[in-house]
């Protein structure tokens, strides 16, 4: 099976539509004081992909914004990923003669 843009930008949504419930599960059960979903299992979607929604899900639920730990390897992880992108991007923009 041949993968193309449509199938990586649909396993993108439904990773971020993963990440976003999944950030919103653990502000719930961490009102409720119930069993959370491992930090690591957060930064690992954002990792993978799902750091756009893991953003939005931070703001929106206002999870996560202040332990200072998980802050820093979140925005390491964008960083990465940020700069992962445009190295790759350069590598196909055409080189004028």
């Known amino acids: 099976m041949q993968f193309n843009i449509v199938h990586i930008l649909l396993a ?9 419930c999944l950030y919103g599960l ?3 059960y961490a009102r409720h004081d119930i069993w959370r979903v ?11 992909g799902g750091s756009p929604a893991a953003y939005i ?6 999870h996560k914004i202040h332990k200072f730990s998980f802050r820093i390897k979140f925005w390491l992880i964008v960083i ?3 700069t992962t ?11 004028p003669n």
Not at 12 to 20: E, M
């Open 38 to 48: 491992p930090e690591a299992v957060l930064l690992f979607l954002a990792l993978i």
């Open 12 to 20: 993108l949504a439904v990773l971020n539509i993963v990440t976003f």
């Open 57 to 62: 899900a931070q703001k929106f639920f206002r």
């Open 80 to 82: 990465v990923q940020c």
């Open 85 to 95: 992108f445009v190295a790759w991007y350069m590598n196909y923009l055409p080189i």
């Open 26 to 28: 653990d502000k719930y």
